[in-house]
């Protein structure tokens, strides 16, 4: 079945770049998505990518797509302790459902 | 506008109470889901309605019990909980089938 895996835990300083990586198993085409989720509160959107594109570009925020390996990675730019937070990349199923295929979720620290 | 609003906010209820979490979302979107969080982990989908209609119930035990009265509402009615069911409950709406789905801040409930 379907998968997503990301990496648990990313530690950068204050105005480096960060990157985090997810892997996905869906063969077909599909959508990509980035969430965001600060402690206490539910997920918010940054960004998505449809299988057939290799990158999007969206201020501070650049997703890079590998179709050959299945592999997604987001990447944020002079990073704020703002940005601190839990990321969560989801893969929408090929069935039409709505459902998502959430990874673990990367927690992202952001040290001054 | 892309607000998912939910109520309340923190629920604290007893084994034996009767309660109802509300969302609610103006973005004209014809799907609604309810997803329930534990702490650092990925949400895992209850329920979904297309067209107020009930069309995915992921084997969700009978007390959680899901209503969507119109297609800018979608309630979940809780009963007889169990304290292994005190999570974040969040609730996201979308166009439908794969198109991005958008959440709300989450009921925080803590089941005595």
């Known amino acids: 079945g379907e998968d997503v895996e990301q990496s648990l835990f990313l530690s950068v300083r204050e105005g480096d770049s960060s990157v985090i990586n997810c892997t996905y198993t869906d063969s077909s085409s599909t959508y990509l998505y980035w969430y965001k989720q600060e402690p206490g509160a539910g997920l918010q959107l940054l960004t998505y990518?449809?299988?057939?594109?290799d990158m999007k570009q969206d201020q501070r925020l650049t997703v890079l797509l590998n179709k050959k390996d299945k592999h997604l990675s987001l990447r944020i730019a002079d990073t704020q302790t703002g940005d601190s937070a839990i990321y969560f990349c989801a893969e929408s199923i090929w069935d039409n459902t709505g459902k998502l295929i959430f990874g673990q979720g990367t927690t992202l620290q952001v040290k001054p | 506008d892309t607000e998912v609003t939910q109520t309340p906010k923190h629920l604290v209820m007893g084994m034996t109470n009767k309660k109802s979490l509300k969302c609610e979302q103006h973005?004209?979107?014809?799907?609604m889901y309810w997803y329930k969080q534990k702490a650092k982990k990925p949400p895992e989908l209850m329920f979904v309605?297309?067209?107020?209609?009930?069309?995915i119930n992921e084997s969700v035990p009978s007390r959680f019990s899901p209503e969507c009265p119109n297609s800018s509402l979608l309630n979940l009615h809780l009963h007889a909980l169990q304290p292994e069911d005190s999570a974040l409950y969040l609730c996201?709406?979308?166009?439908?089938?794969?198109?991005?789905?958008?959440f709300g801040p989450g009921t925080r409930l803590l089941v005595l």
């Open positions: 309605y297309s067209y107020e209609k009930l069309s």
């Open positions: 990518i449809f299988s057939n594109m």
């Open positions: 996201a709406s979308s166009q439908g089938g794969r198109e991005t789905q958008y």
């Open positions: 973005m004209g979107h014809r799907a």
